[in-house]
């Protein structure tokens, strides 16, 4: 389960967007580069798609729904959203706004965007490997 191929590119991309965020809180680059906060959304959107694609296949929703590529779409994509959505609301919870406010839901917008255009990077890199055709429980 741990060794698959899809679970090793969930490791590596999770520790990729711990890694720049990190780097991007020691070192501003959030408030340096107005694109970074696009890159690492759009890559825990990636993390995301994936995630919840893995763990769709790994706990045998596939018997369900046999393999449908619109249903991997929908996991992905929903998935997506619903941790971007709460991911923004943790942020304005806490006060851990990168923009000005005059800017924040042009931002929010952009960030939630980003991870979906992630999520979908996931479903389309899901179906090129061919992951949705293998057992993943191996």
Known sequence: MLKTPL???IFITIVIVAALHFSALQFYLYWRFWWFDIL???LGGLWIGI???WLFFQFGFVNIIKNKKN????????????????????????????SDASNYVIDTVTDISFGLIGGFAAYRIFLFKGYHKRELNK
């Open 7 to 9: 679970f090793i590119w």
């Open 40 to 42: 690492t959304h759009f």
């Open 51 to 53: 995630s919840f694609l």
């Open 71 to 98: 249903y991997n779409l929908l996991v992905a994509f929903l998935g997506s959203l619903f941790v971007g959505v709460m991911w923004e609301i943790f942020e304005f919870y806490f006060g851990i706004v990168v």
